[in-house]
T-cell receptor, first 112, second 119 residues
């Protein structure tokens, strides 16, 4: 069974600092890995999708890397802003079935 | 939002009553999923569907049933609601792309959620 872990569970950073969020998974047989953002009381918004054959994906201030062999992904958010305060979720699509396995999230607070 | 609508958005119901949540999509996607989200547990898969009348269980399927009689609607039914089913329920879709392994090479999109309280 795929286990997805996100560390740290919660963090606070001052505005302008770079954010580094970590995701690890136990089974490297994946199709892809997806990062989501969730604001309180809201649904999940897709941020980035990394295919298993890719090493990284970038969108604006966001960059996600994937090291499939070691079962790790990192989401970098450059020059953090108060509007980046949210919970960030990592999910992997497991090879051999049609499911997404989620971590419990990184809860981020950016302090103005 | 990839054309996903969940209804109702909020519901309070009594223990022992049946409840049906609806997920509606407008873009003919093959894969649809129901998750529940609870503090300390994250998102857990209840059931999913890979086509009309094709469904399968997820990791927390006990006490839930699903139906998909047409492509656009995926219904989740709590046959006899219990307090442990108080949760936020999310529907997700995965757009189609090719066949075989390529089917999974697309982003998953989520609905806005249904907050269900069982009293």
């Amino acid at each position: 069974k795929q286990e997805v872990t996100q560390i740290p569970a919660a963090l606070s950073v001052p505005e302008g600092e770079n954010l580094v969020l970590n995701c690890s998974f136990t089974d490297s047989a994946i199709y892809n890995l997806q990062w989501f953002r969730q604001d309180p009381g809201k649904g999940l918004t897709s941020l980035l999708l990394i295919q298993s054959s890719q090493r990284e994906q970038t969108s604006g201030r966001l960059n996600a890397s994937l090291d499939k062999s070691s079962g790790r992904s990192t989401l970098y958010i450059a020059a953090s802003q108060p509007g980046d305060s949210a919970t960030y979720l990592c999910a992997v699509a497991n090879y051999g079935n049609n499911r997404l396995a989620f971590g419990k999230g990184n809860q981020v607070v950016v302090i103005p | 939002d990839a054309g996903i609508t969940q209804s109702p958005r909020h519901k309070v119901t009594e223990t022992g009553t049946p409840v049906t949540l609806r997920c509606h999509q407008t873009e003919n996607h093959r894969y649809m999923y129901w998750y529940r989200q609870d503090p300390g547990h994250g998102l857990r898969l209840i059931h999913y569907s890979y086509g009309v009348k094709d469904t399968d269980k997820g990791e927390v399927s006990d006490g839930y049933s699903v139906s998909r009689s047409k492509t656009e609607d995926f219904l989740l039914t709590l046959e006899s609601a219990t307090s442990s089913q108080t949760s936020v329920y999310f529907c997700a879709i995965r757009p189609n792309q090719g066949t075989g392994p390529k089917q999974m090479n697309t982003e998953a999109f989520f609905g806005q959620g249904t907050r269900l309280t069982v009293v």
